[in-house]
């Protein structure tokens, strides 16, 4: 008899509830010149939406922008849906969050990270087992999402601090270092593939929504791999000559009792590496053939949708018996390891990014009606620059899911528009794509930095400190590394 019923939020929240309300339901009724009815209606969604996430998170929320989204007269329920949770990007980050599940659950992700950091190189020195702890995190974060891969890094990292003897509660530097290290090295990871990446999806759909065209696998990855690397290179000088912590107990740790506990290789892990590979090479084949035989073999593999490897690999995952009667990796296993909030959240952003870029609407010409005085006297490389810049700055203070929806919406009609005669568009996405994950200098910014975060080791002052530091060091890097191979492969 107690219990109150009533609205779950503070007064504060609910007045964020009730502006976000008015703007995605009122906005219609105001007049703004040069946009249509159901232009002003999209654009207060826009904001509306922008302030509920910030606010409130991206769970109930997104499903209030895809109903708000079926009131405007231009699009209607079957077109957000179709849109939204119907959108290919949608289905893609569905299959691949299934995908991934066969790498955490068969042990093998494990199997990577205990193996890069046991090897003899590793083994040198303590800031070499530091530099291949980050290597780690960074090539798990190619190929699992950012929460998967320190999921199995930051124990691995946690039992070697306390096998040597650092203590947690001590709030050790070295501690604090290689936490943020590991979501550094994740997300540079997450930033430069497609693979089971949401953010890098959403934006790549993005990018389709905008323009219509396509940012292929291969040029994705061949332009932001290398730049990350540098990223991460840089991120180890910082910890070791700058930082400086204390890492001297970690020539104590027992190498060869950390090698022995991942055991043989088993059959489970074997079919699960084999087919996850097979999967990216179909994925890369396409953009290889692009250059390779542009003639010949590339009609043909160009005809394989981003979606079609990892439905193929997940058949077989289940299709394939091994020794012990089961599969590779069952669909229940594959279909617990899918994230069904970001799911939500992605077809939300991909109805609303249709919305926006719809040409009833008439968004794209009236935002670039309104920012071509701001940035007709700006250079089309300080333009691109402040994209970078504005992107690795925003997503360490909001959701990286969030400033990929905003930085996507300002800088894709102005790269369309305003620079469509000097800067490549594809190249813009890219940079503006990896800018937006650059994100570890706070815990709303990623679910891994959130994570990392309440795991022990690390102090949100040391983590905003460093994580900032870093993130405006590889602002410069992101746009000369990026800009320079943009021009080879965006052209």
Known sequence: MKNKVGLLYKPGKIVLILLATILMFGSRYVAIPNLSDSGAQILGILIGGMILWLSMGVGWTSLYVMFALSTVPIVGAAKVYQTGIGNATTVLMLFCYM???????????????????????????????????FIAC?????????????????????????????????????????????????????????ISHAISIQGLGLFTTYTGGEIPFFTFCIVLIPTVTICLIVY?????????????????????????????????????????????????????????????????????????????????????????????????????????????????????????SNKDAGISEWLTSVLEPLFVSISPNMFLFLMIAIGIIL????????????????????????????????????????????????????????????YGWLDLGDMFKWGMITALVFIPIVYFVGGALTKVFCA
């Open 99 to 133: 995908l991934a599940a066969c790498l955490t659950k068969s042990g093998f992700a494990r199997r990577i990270a205990i193996s890069l950091m046991t090897n003899k190189a590793s083994r040198k020195s303590p800031w070499n087992t530091v530099l291949f702890f």
């Open 138 to 194: 960074f090539v798990l974060g190619l190929f699992l999402p950012s929460s998967g891969s320190i999921l199995v890094t930051l124990p691995i990292m946690d039992a070697i601090l306390q096998e040597v003897k650092y203590s947690k509660e001590k709030k050790p530097a070295i501690g604090a270092m290689m936490t943020l290290g590991a979501i550094v090295g994740g997300q540079l990871g997450n930033g430069s593939t497609p």
């Open 236 to 356: 180890w000088l910082i910890a070791k000559y700058l930082w400086h912590p204390d890492v001297s107990q970690l020539a104590n740790t027992d190498y060869d009792a950390l090698k022995a506990s991942i055991g043989p290789l088993s059959q489970r892990e074997r079919w699960s590496a084999t087919i996850y590979v097979c999967v990216i090479i179909l994925w890369v084949l396409p953009g290889i053939m692009k250059y390779v035989s542009p003639n010949g073999l590339y009609p043909f593999f160009s005809k394989i949708h981003n979606t079609m490897p990892p439905l193929i690999g997940l058949v077989l995952l289940n299709l394939i018996t091994l020794d012990d009667g089961k599969s590779v990796c069952s669909f229940k296993d594959a279909l617990n390891n899918v994230n069904w909030s970001t799911i939500i959240f992605l077809g939300a952003i991909m109805a609303l990014g249709a919305a926006v």
């Open 395 to 454: 997503t360490n203070f909001t959701s990286n899911a969030v400033a990929v929806a905003v930085m996507m919406a300002v800088a894709m009609p102005l790269a369309m528009n305003v620079y469509a005669d000097s800067l490549s568009v594809m190249a813009v996405a890219v940079l503006t794509i990896n800018a937006v994950q650059h994100a570890w200098a706070t815990p709303p910014g990623t679910p891994s930095a959130a994570v990392a975060a309440d």
